[in-house]
């Protein structure tokens, strides 16, 4: 469109020309001896347009073949890089698409091939994601090796490297290696969001609490991390410092702390660990209180159980006011009964405690009833407790019914102290088999009242044939052993 734009405006400009000239009819007379021309005005107007455009043109084509060379190799860089677009193009596809080996090649090929050294690296580098993903550490290594060097001074591309190189060891548990790679870019983290999240990542692997909770706190400023993932970060970081603090940094760590997240159950729960540590029981219960007025939680319940005799009675008020909201809650119950054993209610512990049990089958309630029952001095319904506690606390551990009878010592054997030679006297069989140390059945439950004792086994004959083998079961040497006192052993004693 633009070409027939301009097609038009030059007739326009020779019909102006022409009509211009028409008026003007003179002559032009060009003298150079020994020649004279004369020709019209509208002649040589023409001709002199004809002659700028002819020389116009002459210069234009020297130009253009003056610089041929010059657009050869731009055309070849074109087709190069084009060329290099397409490989590195096709090897990223293979990547994403899981062909490492494929990838591998394609990008190999290119680092081989091109002349560029951004697209040397970048190539190398795709290349080394390829073989990590293969497997294959240790080409990958050479590679990034190879990228290392191709990168040389410029910073943008070491820093391409090092991230990349960083990441990579980071998902084989090389925490201390990328964090020597990432570490100098420390200072551009807060531009640069993926170094910031690769650091985070280093410091979980090497379980740096502080760093975590710094780097965790500045990404979720920034945006750059899930809210949740990061709340849970945060979560396990201060758990893992509180769990080591002291007086003089429990400010530090518990003040830096939002309203919202000291609720948290968990963090209630480290803080709460962490003053009863410190021997601070009053600023213990008040953490948990303070979690436990928003939400129950059978963690922080167990822990707010757990106190002498002179806080149980608060303890206990401040827990059957949470009773009237959550009637049937039966971790608190079960919190309401043990503060009941602690400050010996028996009668209202145990009503507590049955009524938690109605709700859920639970080892520890089950391990309260039983003590119970043994201060009050109920030995059979404090075992049946605690044996129930057994099964409850592993299902696949079968029940036992019957203790196992007492051993057979009938053929152990007898030595004689007057003997100085070492013999040995006959063992006595004509004793009856010992019955079991505890051969009765344990009841349960689902058993009848009562016990019956186990059989004695039958009494072994006192006598044996002359002719007659030793029983294979008889594994005892009944020979002294030679050189040896034997009332200087440590049975001597119950021989006399």
Known sequence: MRSWIWTLILFAAAVALALVLREHGGNVLIVTPPWRIEMSLSLAVACAILAFLALYWLVRALNWLGSSPGRLRAWRGRRAQRRDVELLERGWINVLEGRYVQA??????????????????????????????????????????????GAGQDSRLRQAVDTVTAEMYLDQNRADEALMLLEPIQDAS????????????????????????????????????????????????????????????WSAIWGDLSADERLDADLALAGAQAQARLDHPAESARILESSLGRQLD????????????????????????????????????????????????????????????????????????????????????????WRLACQAADAEIPAVNRLLPAADTRGDPRFDETDDTGGSASPDVSQPAPYAASGVYIQDETEATGSRAAEPAPAASAEKPADSSPDEDEYFDTAPIPGVDMSQTSDGSARK
């Open 190 to 249: 807060s531009r640069f969001l993926h170094g910031t999240r690769l650091l985070l990542r280093a410091h979980r692997q090497l379980g740096h609490a502080d760093r975590v909770y710094e780097l965790t706190r500045l990404l979720l400023r920034r945006g750059a991390i899930d809210e949740d993932q990061g709340r849970q970060f945060i979560r396990e970081s201060t758990a893992q410092r509180l769990a080591q603090v002291d007086d003089s940094g």
């Open 298 to 385: 059978d963690r922080l319940l167990r822990l707010y159980a757990h106190c002498n005799s002179t806080e149980a009675g608060q303890r206990l008020g401040r827990a059957e006011l949470w009773l009237k909201s959550n009637p049937d809650h039966p971790g608190l119950l079960a919190a309401l009964g043990h503060l009941c054993l602690i400050s010996r209610l028996w009668g209202q512990g145990e009503h507590y405690l049955e009524r938690s049990l109605a709700l859920r089958a639970d080892t520890h309630v089950y391990a309260l009833l039983g003590n119970l029952h043994d201060a009050l001095g109920h030995p059979e319904q404090a075992l049946r407790h």
């Open 104 to 149: 591998e090649k394609d990008l190999s090929n290119l680092v081989s091939r091109t002349r560029s050294a951004d697209r040397k690296v970048l190539a190398g580098l795709s290349a080394a994601r390829a073989l990590h993903l293969l497997g294959e550490n240790k080409r990958r290594d050479q590679v990034l090796q190879l990228a290392q060097e």
